[in-house]
């Protein structure tokens, strides 16, 4: 249709420069149909309508003064100079093109192959997720979340590595290369967290070696993270902080926010705990919410540099179903920031199912012996990391220490 347009377009032209008076010259005005062209069509397309409006230029001529005369000369060279440029750029323009689909093109197999979404179930829990990249053109980035199955219930991790985009992305997948191996070899979740920061702390610690080999100083480094182990069997669930924003717990009477009395700090930085991971406890009964998400929601701002209302909005459409109240906070917070965010962002909200019925628990006991075994873990705009398969024989049970634990709110 467009083409079509192109097309009438250079007719128009030449019938009415052949129509005007002497004095008026509507030739030069030929360069716009293969610049259009060039705008929504390839090289081929673009050089095609450039001869023919140079074949225009040229019937204008010999209807009018004739194609020898000074004027339509410098018409027809300066047409021929701009067209050449025109289709130079849209080839240079379809390189990148192809160049950008590339780099997409291994930006979602990295997805695929690192960031595999979290199951719509698993056990007798109910997830959604959202990742959205800071970076326009990448699908993955420094936020994170993953999901574990143990032999009595879920593990559930998410995390913020500092930076943002792809930068960040080697930190995120080494905290989920650290999950997906631990999760359900610590019995305790102090444990694990210990391990995690470890892990991390290692890492980041060859990194500012490597650094300072290579002759520059590397920068600080850490990861925010909430770790919490969810028990198949209603009982209270267990949550460690380490310096993430606090996870949102949504019932029907009200929304609680579970900020930690004493969180640990970022993943990393462990060194500076003054004592053992503090174990924060709550009840999570069958139809409860939780969702956690990253300081990239809590911390876009608007144009009047206002944050993101998170809890008031969650407030606002807490009856819809786990996705579509996502997608709900997806569409809104890309609205408030005015579709583009200056930090990743990510959101998980978990929803304990009923205890019986054809989508309870006990019907659902096994999803992690069978396509959701192990675990599923995830980052993207639909997208999560890696699975780290898990068997019943190997899988650590999960034991809950009162001595090291506190109750949230609930």
């Given amino acids: 249709m467009l083409t079509v347009l192109t097309l009438a377009l250079i007719a128009l032209i030449t019938v009415v420069d052949v129509l005007s008076p002497p004095d008026v010259h509507l030739g030069p005005l030929l360069i716009v149909a293969p610049a259009l062209t060039a705008s929504f069509a390839g090289p081929r397309a673009t050089t095609g309508v450039a001869l023919l409006a140079l074949a225009a230029l040229t019937v204008i001529g010999l209807a009018r003064d004739g194609l020898t005369t000074a004027n339509h000369e410098t018409q027809l060279g300066a047409q021929i100079v701009v067209s050449v440029l025109i289709v130079g750029l849209r080839v240079l323009r379809e390189r990148h093109e192809r160049e950008l689909a590339r780099v997409r093109s291994v930006s979602e197999a990295a997805q695929r192959v690192l960031l595999r979404p979290l199951p719509e179930r698993i056990g007798p829990l109910h997830l959604a997720s959202v990742y959205l990249a800071a970076e326009a053109e990448a699908q993955v980035g420094g936020d994170l979340y993953a999901a574990a199955r143990t032999a009595t219930g879920t593990r559930l991790l998410v995390g913020d590595v500092r930076g943002k985009g792809l930068s960040s992305l080697g930190d995120a997948a080494l905290l989920l290369g650290a999950f997906r191996a631990a999760a359900h070899l610590h019995a305790e979740l102090p444990d694990l967290a210990a391990y995690l920061d470890g892990s991390v702390s290692w890492d980041l610690a060859q ?195 009162s001595s090291s634990s506190s109750t949230a709110p609930g």
């Fill in 207 to 401: 990194l500012a070696e490597q650094a300072r080999q290579d002759g520059y100083e590397s920068g600080e480094s850490f990861i925010t993270a909430v770790l919490l182990d969810i028990p198949d069997d209603g009982s209270p669930v267990r949550l460690i902080d380490c310096g993430h924003p606090p996870p949102l717990l949504l019932r029907p009477e009200g929304i609680t926010t579970l900020a930690a009395r004493r969180p640990a700090p970022p993943l990393g930085l462990g060194e500076l705990a003054p004592a053992p991971y503090e174990v924060e406890t709550f009840p999570f009964r069958p139809g409860d919410r939780l969702l956690i998400y990253t300081d990239g929601v809590i911390e876009a701002r608007d144009s009047q540099r206002r944050f993101y209302p998170l809890a008031e909005r969650v407030a606002a459409w807490s009856a819809d179903r786990p996705a579509a109240l996502l997608n709900r906070l997806h569409h809104d917070l890309l609205a408030h920031v005015g579709g583009h965010l200056d930090d990743d962002a990510a959101m998980v909200l978990v929803e304990r199912l009923p205890d019986d019925g054809p989508h309870g628990s006990r019907s659902q006991a096994g999803l992690g012996a069978t396509a959701g075994l192990g675990s599923a873990i995830g980052l993207g705009p639909a997208a999560g990391i890696g699975s780290a398969a898990v068997t019943a024989g190997t899988a650590a049970a999960a034991h809950r220490s």
